[in-house]
């Protein structure tokens, strides 16, 4: 019966709720999306039926063996405040056994009902008995018209016992749920209690009822029972898997756990498998939105994402592009990207977030020109998977080349932030490093150029487009091929309905993503989202684009790298002592209001994260920047300073406890975001393989 009705989602008695998207801005569209009022039915409240349930039919050991799997899944405390308003209350049974027929059904209906228990749909859960359901679990109801029974399909976490628990981790497995209610008119309202809690309802007309319509004899109240419940539409959206991600078993994965929870969800999808390296971004950057209008999912590790970012980003249509939602199920290697930025790892939650909705904005920013070990880790990505990263900068460590930069960056304060009223906005794509600037991109997707060796300079940034268009001409010949720019990108790793009462990360996003337009003060921010704001950038960043510091036009080390790691930079220092024993030369450049920094010296590494960069498959606590958060418009910049293998190592091993920022030649800060950052150098070397910069590597 669940299966049947999966796919008559525009099935008569079910009232579709307006798509919030089909008409106006989504963003504003988003943040108006509430709930319904907080009692649907209030005069069924409290309401327990106690008549005919006197009859016995479903034996005392089901009975037993139910309550076993329930209390499997038996969460939470129902006094606590967690559980949300009342939507509903009655009586359920919880049945064992799946009816195959109508007549089991009636059978089941009109027998059973000695077993009921007081029961109650909150905003947050189902509770039967002493049993409790959360609604994050439900993935959707199945009800066939006319019966009194619906079944709750859910996938909550279930616990492994005391022993296993310290080995196993807790998975997700589905449990379908089949309740009696006390009459089909309950069983109604049960149901539209679900539906208003924005929980999908695979509706599926009775047979009989069909049959009755079909004949002569049909009676007026028979069409009274024939129930409208107002549900959510289900969404559209396109799958892009890639298949080579994880060491090929995307595919599987996808299948088997994901597609069977779209399916109960009504999704309406179609999937694609990237053929080739490219094949992603091309989609995103050429698909009709119209066939996809719900969002994009990206199947596979980071880089897959990654690619679709960058499609869309390409795309004529920015502010349309940055507004499809684009879902991630984890299918790669490493996966860290979803992990650090949503906190799920494992492809059926993030299949359930994203079959539950909220959104989650996101900044997102560029890197050119990265090679080195990025690209070398890519070599081995058949052969080492997430440990290419490694790998790559195992063999870059033995010939560690020295690296001077010349970096420049705006330091943000904590009152800087809190005055300007930042808020929250999350950043999916991340820069986990600042490579060594290449001479050529090799993907011709990406539009390399040779013409990219002219580049004095390596730039990330996170800038408005316009602030692109008014520096390229002057500063970077090939930056409209190569680059990409990305605005604030309202990018969501879930879908588009809303979630009105959860204090979840994703509807704390939605705070974000609906406020970015009016209230984040930034000037990058603002022009981020409003392409015709002109003064958002003439007034600022796109200023501090034209007017980049004051590079040497041949630094006195831009000459050949020292591959022995030996330091030796030779620059004056003036900057404070630390700096000096670090080799820094540290001046500040004011401009207008803001206060650049500029550093200068020799460095093992620069990383910059816009999410902790906490690995998936680290047991340990290696996170690389501990107080990066995906959602607070700034980017954590580290400086590793001085150079040598010796430091080098230090810097590893104490990273892999997450103790590197104290480290004395390791500095740590927040920076602005939607500005540049500038690095000069003869060579660059960032420790790609820490972080997973797969996302940027098509940056
Ligand atoms: N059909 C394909 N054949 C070969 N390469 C592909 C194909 N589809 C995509 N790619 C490339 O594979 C790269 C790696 O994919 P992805 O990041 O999704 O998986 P992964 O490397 O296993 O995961 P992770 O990045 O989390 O380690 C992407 O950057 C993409 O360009």
């Given at each position: 019966m669940q299966k049947s009705g999966i796919s008559q989602n525009n099935s008569p008695g079910v009232l579709p709720q307006q798509s919030i998207h089909q008409s106006g801005s989504?963003?504003?569209?988003?943040?108006?999306?509430?709930?319904?009022?907080?009692?649907?039915?209030?005069?069924?409240?409290?309401?327990?039926?106690?008549?005919?349930?006197?009859?016995?039919?479903?034996?005392?050991?089901?009975?037993?063996?139910?309550?076993?799997?329930?209390?499997?899944?038996?969460?939470?405390?129902?006094?606590?405040?967690?559980?949300?308003?009342?939507?509903?209350?009655?009586?359920?049974?919880?049945?064992?056994?799946?009816?195959?027929?109508?007549?089991?059904?009636?059978?089941?209906?009109?027998?059973?009902?000695?077993?009921?228990?007081?029961?109650?749909?909150?905003s947050k859960a189902l509770i039967w008995g002493h049993m409790m359901l959360s609604l994050e679990d439900v993935v959707s109801v199945s009800y066939m018209a006319g019966l009194g029974q619906f079944t709750v399909h859910s996938y909550p976490i279930t616990k492994k016992s005391c022993m296993l628990s310290c080995f196993v981790k807790p998975r997700r497995t589905r449990k379908d749920f089949r309740f009696l209610a006390s009459s089909p008119e309950d069983a109604v309202q049960w149901v539209s209690g679900f539906a208003d809690q924005q929980c999908f309802v695979n509706f599926s007309e009775n047979p009989m009822v069909s049959m009755k319509k079909q004949s002569s004899e049909i009676l007026a109240a028979d069409f009274l029972f024939e129930p409208h419940i107002k549900c959510k539409s289900p969404p559209k959206m396109l799958v892009i898997l890639n298949p080579r991600s994880g060491h090929g078993?995307?595919?599987?994965?996808?299948?088997?756990?994901?597609?069977?929870?779209?399916?109960?969800?009504?999704?309406?999808?179609?999937?694609?498998?990237?053929?080739?390296?490219?094949?992603?971004?091309?989609?995103?950057?050429?698909?009709?939105?119209?066939?996809?209008?719900?969002?994009?999912?990206?199947?596979?590790?980071?880089?897959?994402?990654n690619e679709v970012l960058n499609g869309l980003l390409t795309r004529d249509n920015q502010e349309e592009a940055i507004s499809i939602p684009i879902g991630i199920i984890p299918a790669g290697s490493d996966n860290s990207l979803v992990w650090t930025v949503l906190g799920v790892r494992d492809p059926v939650s993030a299949a359930l977030t994203i079959v539950k909705g909220g959104l989650t904005a996101t900044d997102v920013f560029a890197v050119e020109w990265i090679r080195t070990v990025l690209e070398l880790s890519e070599k081995y990505?058949?052969?080492?998977?997430?440990?290419?990263?490694?790998?790559?900068?195992?063999?870059?460590?033995?010939?560690?080349?020295?690296?001077?930069?010349?970096?420049?960056?705006?330091?943000?304060?904590?009152?800087?932030?809190?005055?300007?009223?930042?808020?929250k906005a999350s950043s999916l794509s991340s820069i986990d490093s600042i490579m060594t600037p290449s001479r050529v991109s090799e993907d011709p997707d990406m539009g390399g150029s040779t013409l990219a060796s002219s580049e004095p300079s390596d730039y990330v940034r996170g800038i408005d487009p316009k602030i692109k268009r008014l520096s390229s001409g002057r500063i970077n010949v090939v930056a409209e091929a190569e680059e990409v720019l990305h605005p604030q990108v309202s990018l969501s790793a879930t879908p588009i309905w809303p979630r009105t009462r959860s204090k979840s990360r994703t509807d704390k996003a939605w705070t974000g993503l609906t406020t970015a337009n009016d209230s984040r003060p930034s000037r990058g921010t603002v022009a981020m989202n409003d392409k015709e704001d002109i003064s958002s950038t003439t007034s600022d960043p796109g200023l501090y684009w034209d007017r980049e510091p004051k590079w040497d036009t041949q630094p006195k080390w831009d000459a050949e790298p020292?591959?022995?790691?030996?330091?030796?930079?030779?620059?004056?220092?003036?900057?404070?002592?630390?700096?000096?024993?670090?080799?820094?030369?540290?001046?500040?450049?004011?401009?207008?209001?803001?206060?650049?920094?500029?550093?200068?010296?020799?460095?093992?590494?620069?990383?910059?994260?816009?999410?902790?960069?906490r690995t998936v498959q680290s047991l340990s606590s290696q996170v690389v920047a501990p107080k990066a958060e995906h959602d607070d418009s700034s980017l954590d910049l580290l400086m590793v300073h001085g150079g040598g293998r010796l430091r080098l190592l230090r810097f590893l091993t104490n990273l892999q406890g997450g103790r590197h920022v104290s480290l004395p030649y390791v500095e740590y800060l927040k920076v602005a975001l939607f500005k540049e950052f500038k690095l000069k150098s003869s060579q660059l070397m960032i420790d790609a393989f820490i972080c997973d910069a797969g996302e940027v590597s098509e940056g």
């Open positions: 989504r963003r504003s569209q988003i943040s108006t999306g509430q709930h319904s009022s907080p009692t649907v039915f209030p005069e069924k409240r409290g309401k327990v039926r106690s008549s005919r349930q006197k009859e016995k039919n479903i034996a005392n050991d089901d009975t037993e063996k139910v309550k076993a799997e329930v209390h499997k899944i038996d969460i939470g405390d129902e006094q606590s405040d967690l559980l949300g308003y009342e939507v509903f209350s009655g009586k359920l049974v919880l049945e064992k056994k799946t009816a195959h027929s109508n007549t089991d059904v009636q059978n089941a209906t009109g027998t059973a009902y000695q077993d009921a228990v007081d029961a109650k749909l909150t078993r995307s595919s599987k994965v996808f299948e088997s756990k994901v597609k069977p929870i779209f399916q109960l969800a009504g999704f309406k999808t179609e999937i694609i498998k990237t053929t080739t390296a490219g094949h992603a971004r091309k989609l995103a950057s050429s698909v009709d939105f119209n066939t996809c209008p719900d969002g994009i999912i990206c199947v596979g590790g980071d880089g897959i994402v990505q058949k052969r080492f998977g997430p440990l290419r990263y490694f790998v790559a900068g195992f063999l870059k460590f033995l010939c560690l080349p020295k690296y001077n930069y010349e970096l420049e960056y705006l330091p943000v304060s904590k009152e800087r932030s809190r005055a300007e009223g930042i808020p020292n591959w022995d790691g030996d330091t030796e930079d030779p620059i004056e220092l003036s900057g404070p002592p630390d700096d000096i024993e670090l080799g820094i030369k540290k001046e500040e450049v004011p401009k207008l209001e803001e206060k650049w920094v500029v550093k200068k010296g020799q460095f093992l590494g620069v990383l910059i994260c816009n999410h902790s960069c």
